[in-house]
């Protein structure tokens, strides 16, 4: 009777052991998956801009590259385009993309007239970050993005224009308890 205790105690050991292993395989995997933003997988490269050195050139050659510090000291980039207009928009990309990704928006945004700035959200482009934070740190990227604006032009209008996580991004920073940290 004890032998076979002994022999389900060692056959639940190693099934637990097994699938503690593949858990934490399978949870690596997906944050690698999804939140590293130097992961190599490849889902979702079709959804960005269908010509991405196109859109590249439009705004190297409409735009000033412009940059900030984070709340947590990343160097966070940007696209900035000054039309002279008291209404500026802050347009924000979505998921694994960068500024060069919403060129069609822009352009929109563009021929209307507006001051634009389009930030590369952190981990993203060519701004600094270890993770994808799906919008949550962002968003006081996004209040710093705000604050160079005001310091630029203190009666300024902003409206905030996300796509996708980008959409999360701003509707977090609508959010009247968002603070500075």
């Not at 056959?11 to 933003?37: A, E, K, Q, R």
């Not at 945004?109 to 507006?114: D, L, R, V």
């Not at 006081?140 to 203190?154: E, V």
Request: aromatic share 14%.
């Amino acid at each position: 009777m004890k032998k076979s205790i002994k022999i389900i105690l060692c056959f639940i050991s190693v099934v637990v052991l097994f699938l503690g292993g593949i858990t934490f395989y399978v949870g690596n995997y997906l944050y690698d998956y999804t939140l590293n933003p130097l992961s190599q997988h490849s889902l979702f490269e079709n959804m960005v801009s269908s010509n991405p050195s196109e859109s590249h050139q439009w705004l190297e050659t409409h735009a000033v590259h412009t940059s900030i510090q984070s709340y947590d000291d990343l160097f966070l980039h940007a696209y900035y385009i000054e039309q002279d207009a008291p209404v500026y928009v802050i347009m924000v990309h979505g998921y694994r993309s960068d500024g060069t990704s919403i060129i069609n928006p822009i352009k929109r945004f563009y021929k209307q007239g507006y001051n634009l700035l389009i930030p590369d959200l952190r981990g993203h482009g060519q701004s600094e970050g270890d993770y994808i934070g799906m919008g949550w740190d962002d968003r006081y990227d996004i209040l710093g993005w705000i604050d160079y604006i005001l310091t630029k032009d203190a009666h300024a209008q902003i409206i905030l224009y996300g796509v996708s996580m980008g959409g999360a991004t701003v509707m977090n920073v609508a959010e009247k308890n968002c603070h500075h940290k």
